[in-house]
């Protein structure tokens, strides 16, 4: 399993940004998947996910804001992202596992496969 996320970059607060991660080496409709971030210095932090029925959860802190989705054919997962604020600044990481999860969907010690991540910075 592969994951390779891009779409990152450097906005101003209120700014948006698509975050899209290329998913290869299995069938999505067979993972759960989801984003997650890690700023310097703190813990990684759950964002969004997706269990394998294609319904959605959202952290606290991005619910109404970021958007997570699949393509058709579940190759690719992208997260829009709106009114970007400054502590959203972090490494954004795609992750998957085969593990039918919806109680554990946003808990990132449950994802076996991770991708490299790619940075967003938002100034204010």
């Known amino acids: 399993v592969q994951l390779v996320e891009s779409g990152g970059g450097s906005v101003q607060a209120g700014d948006s940004l698509r975050l899209s991660c290329e998913a290869s080496?299995?069938?999505?409709?067979?993972?759960?998947v989801g984003w997650f971030r890690q700023a310097p210095g703190k813990e990684r932090e759950e964002i969004a996910a997706i269990d394998r029925a294609g319904n959605a959860k959202y952290a606290d802190s991005v619910r109404g804001r970021f958007t997570i989705s699949q393509s058709n054919a579940a190759s690719t997962l992208y997260l829009q992202m709106n009114n970007l604020k400054p502590e959203d600044t972090a490494m954004y990481y795609c992750?998957?596992?085969?593990?039918?999860?919806?109680?554990?969907?946003?808990?990132?010690?449950?994802?076996?496969?991770w991708g490299q991540g790619t940075q967003v910075t938002v100034s204010s």
């Open positions: 080496g299995y069938t999505g409709s067979n993972y759960c």
């Open positions: 992750a998957a596992t085969p593990t039918s999860l919806w109680q554990s969907l946003l808990s990132a010690a449950r994802y076996n496969f």
